[in-house]
Every structure is written in structure tokens, then in C-alpha cells.
């Protein structure tokens, strides 16, 4: 079973930048296999898709909204994934989460990032 821990959330100002954090751990799977993804869930709102990555970081894939201001990296050797959050808007308040693409894997607790105006 894979597990997943977001990190790097807090409560920034707007204009400000975080760098969010996702390392998967698990026995018997290899991270390198899955294309990643950032999720994130606003108050009382879905959660939503924000960037994928395939599995060597070559190609990339942005909510239509945030491009330009969000970047996804990964780092294999780590079993992590990163989301850079540039120019933090409070509309980008929300609990983030990363998953593999499909949603392969059980969902972590999310990292709560909170923007004030």
C-alpha cells in the first residue's frame, strides 16, 4: 500500500509563494511508474485538478487558471513530488493533495494552504 504525505502549506499573504512537498513510501511500488498529480479541495467546494507530471518530469499539465503561476517538479530518487505556488491569490486557499494520475493511490491528509487578501 502507498502511502502519501503532502507538506509546505501555511498561511501566506497574498502576492506571496509556497513549495509544497509529496513523498509516496510503500514496499513494493516503484514512484518512477506513475505520473503524478496536485489536487486541491477549497471550502465547501470539489476538490479540483491543479498540474500533473509524467514519470520523468518531461511533460507537464496545468489547470487553465493557474499556469504561469503554479510549477510541478519531481524528484525519483526522493519518491517526491513538488508544487511550486507562485503569486498566491486568496482563491488559492484550499487543503492541496497529490495523487497519482487516476487517483491510484489512497489519498494522503493534504497540506492546508490559506492566502490572506
Known amino acids: 500500500q502507498v502511502q502519501l504525505v503532502e507538506s509546505g502549506g501555511g498561511l501566506v499573504q497574498a502576492g506571496n509563494s509556497l513549495r509544497l512537498s509529496c513523498v509516496a513510501s510503500?514496499?513494493?511500488?516503484?514512484?518512477?511508474?506513475?505520473?503524478m498529480a496536485w489536487f486541491r479541495q477549497a471550502p465547501g467546494k470539489q476538490r479540483e485538478f491543479v498540474a500533473t507530471?509524467?514519470?520523468?518530469?518531461?511533460?507537464?499539465f496545468y489547470a487553465e487558471a493557474l499556469k504561469g503561476r503554479f510549477t510541478i517538479s519531481r524528484d525519483n530518487a526522493k519518491n517526491a513530488v513538488y508544487l511550486q505556488m507562485n503569486s498566491l491569490k486568496p482563491e488559492d486557499t484550499a487543503v492541496y493533495y497529490c495523487n497519482a494520475v487516476g487517483g491510484a493511490f489512497s489519498w494522503g491528509q493534504g497540506t492546508r494552504v490559506t492566502v490572506s487578501s
Open positions: 507530471i509524467d514519470w520523468n518530469g518531461a511533460n507537464t
Open positions: 510503500g514496499r513494493t511500488f516503484r514512484f518512477s511508474e506513475y505520473a
